[in-house]
């Protein structure tokens, strides 16, 4: 059997060490909260009936025929993935029952990620007692202090990895726009998520991820993978490739200049055994000012109606997108594209964009056009990490709801 998140394993977990990948060793810090026991590859009695997990796919093939063996596939993304955030969480705090609390999660993401020092003597001092003091414009010659109650500081550092949209201010047209996003999410989790996401305090987006720990990751909600043709835009280490493969699907065309070079050793292993299945294309979408490697003769110009005739992938389409913000000149090519093909979507709609006022625009703008662009979907959102980042809206035909 195949988990694609903790919540699916056993509660008795007899966890195989194959020393083939770092993750492996992180594994017995499980051992402080829940009931894990480690064995050594060559510790295994082949006559043993005992239910084994393993992460590692390679082992897991070889020997899911001889003992009763279970696959649990992790995300390797190194900011963002459940299991490793999991595993951080419990050893950052020396935990020996699994519990939120805003400080503990302070300081997982102090020891953990990068931070910002405050350079203002007094606002560093203040952010010990969670404030801060700006200047607040009243007109065009005075400036008043305003003192603002904040979530995101600890021992005089700004924690979280980007600035979160509770302090980025909108404009009415903003706000319009997401409430009329708001009334069309199709179920009433994504209109929580979309409303803490967009408004809420730090403090709420991290109780919200650290709820996530044990559930999916990255674009593993609402798609039917069943015999699938996947057009995977953007792919970096390639986290998401794994968990796409766990599925009956039929291709993966995965699009970016860095083409493999960039997976990781863990992806790479799932890529190896999929051969058949998987597709690297190097070319770049719509323009090179967002490209985040750089790019020679070789990288060509693309877009996402030239992948789909390129591979001829014209039915069960399923497009994921991750291009640094360039998901906003996708959709004129989407108004032709959704009513021919129907595909499901799994869009990103949280990269900032500095032709837009405010800045963060995308997370109305994008799903606003979709709803309109996509007739008789359903649409709804997930949030997957600890701060403004990684929002993705999912675009589900009727017909594929089930």
């Known amino acids: 059997m195949i988990h694609k998140n903790l919540n699916s394993i056993p509660k008795n977990i007899n ?20 009931n894990v026991n480690i064995y050594n590859v060559d510790d295994i009695d082949l006559e043993e009936n005992k239910k084994y997990l393993t992460i590692n796919l390679d082992y897991y093939l070889k020997n899911k025929d001889k003992i009763n063996l279970d696959l649990l596939i992790i995300s390797v993304d190194h900011d963002n993935s459940h299991f490793l955030n999991l595993i951080k969480y419990i050893k950052t705090n020396n935990l020996k029952k699994f519990k939120y609390s805003k400080n503990n999660f302070k300081k997982f993401l102090f020891n953990n990620f990068p931070l910002k020092e405050i350079n203002s003597r007094i606002n560093k001092f203040l952010s010990h007692l969670n404030i801060k003091i700006s200047r607040y414009k009243i007109n065009k010659y ?51 998520i979309y409303k803490d996401t967009v408004y809420g305090r730090p403090s709420t987006i991290w109780k919200n991820y650290f709820n996530l720990l044990f559930r999916n990751e990255h674009y593993q909600d609402y798609l039917d993978f069943r015999n699938a043709n996947i057009i995977n835009l953007g792919v970096d280490n390639g986290f998401e490739i794994p968990f796409f493969l766990a599925n009956k699907i039929k291709n993966i065309v995965s699009v970016d200049p860095t083409q493999e070079q960039n997976l990781d050793p863990y992806v790479k292993s799932f890529v190896n055994n999929h051969r058949d299945k998987v597709i690297f294309d190097g070319s770049y979408l719509y323009d090179a000012s967002n490209v985040y490697v750089s790019i020679d003769a070789k990288n060509k110009v693309t877009d996402l ?19 640094e913000g360039l998901e906003i000149k996708m959709l004129d090519e989407l108004l032709l594209l959704v009513p021919k093909y ?22 109305v703008v994008i799903p606003e ?11 709804f959102i997930r949030h997957y990490t600890y701060n403004r980042r990684e929002t993705v809206l999912f675009c589900m035909p009727n017909e594929k709801m089930y």
Request: aromatic share 18%.
């Open 15 to 34: 966890f195989i060490n194959t020393k083939s990948f770092k993750f492996e060793d992180e594994f017995h810090i499980l051992k402080k909260i829940f």
């Open 142 to 192: 005075i400036n008043i202090p305003k003192i603002n109650i904040i979530d995101d500081t600890y021992k005089g550092y700004r924690i979280g990895k980007s600035s979160y949209n509770f302090y980025v201010p909108t404009d009415k047209k903003f706000d319009f726009l997401f409430n009329t996003v708001w009334q069309n999410l199709s179920d009433d989790i994504s209109k929580k």
């Open 305 to 323: 109606s030239s992948i789909i005739s390129k591979y001829n992938l014209t039915e069960n389409l399923i497009v994921k997108s991750d291009i």
């Open 342 to 363: 129907r595909p499901q979507l799994a869009i990103s709609i949280y990269h900032v964009d500095k032709n837009f006022f405010p800045r963060h625009s995308h997370l």
């Open 369 to 379: 056009r979709l709803i309109k662009i996509c007739k008789y979907y359903k649409f």
